[in-house]
């Protein structure tokens, strides 16, 4: 989570910038994409697994955004704002992926373990309640939560992104899903389950769960 982009984050000069770029300004634009540019990656990675795909995904995603900036109302933040369109789009992508091909997972866990592991952690200290491992055994949890993620349907992933690594609140993750915070506890309470679930039969534990792919769950 970029926490110190989130510190430095200012709505009135977000508000001030979208004005501008309302009436035409397009290095006013240029000033919110290179702020929120990091940011819209890491979710898009978060979301998508692959370093390409994820560089797709920040750009049709700005593209939509300034093609609908008329459309900002300021009802919420804009990186709010943002955020419900890289989300999407995201999982639009991996929509489009899963009827083409299976996905190959390599280049997009080193990757993930290159720039984000303190995401990784987390999750992985989220699911297994900080259960100690040695180093080895993290790894290979790493991986294979990485791989449990990648079964998940797109919305059950994407909650579990925006709550385990983003932080955001059920009332965030609501806002961008445009959904209500009932349907965001249920969707993270069967991802949460699903993915307990996998990493109990790493373990050696039975389980006779089914993934929630994109026919099960809420």
Request: hydrophobic residues 35%; charged residues 35%.
């Amino acid at each position: 989570k970029a926490d110190g982009d989130a510190k430095r984050d200012d709505p009135a000069r977000d508000r001030e910038l979208v004005s501008r770029c309302q009436s035409g300004d397009k290095d006013a634009f240029k000033a919110l994409f290179e702020h929120y540019q990091r940011r819209a990656y890491s979710l898009a990675l978060g979301v998508v697994h692959d370093p390409d795909q994820a560089l797709d995904v920040v750009q049709d995603a700005f593209i939509k955004a300034y093609r609908h900036i008329d459309g900002f109302q300021g009802t919420s933040s804009f990186y709010t704002w943002l955020y419900r369109i890289v989300m999407n789009v995201a999982i639009d992508h991996i929509r489009k992926r899963r009827r083409a091909h299976q996905v190959d997972y390599d280049d997009a866990i080193k990757h993930f373990e290159d720039e984000a592991p303190a995401g990784a952690e987390a999750l992985s200290a989220q699911l297994l309640r900080g259960d100690p491992r040695k180093e080895a055994a993290r790894r290979e949890l790493r991986d294979q939560i990485r791989i449990a993620l990648g079964k998940l349907s797109p919305k059950h992933r994407a909650v579990l992104v925006m709550r385990e690594i983003e932080g955001l609140s059920y009332e965030q993750m609501a806002k961008v899903a445009e959904c209500s915070k009932g349907t965001i506890m249920s969707r993270l309470f069967h991802a949460r389950r699903y993915m307990q679930k996998h990493l109990l039969e790493l373990m050696g534990e039975e389980s006779s769960e089914t993934p929630v792919n994109g026919s099960e769950g809420p």
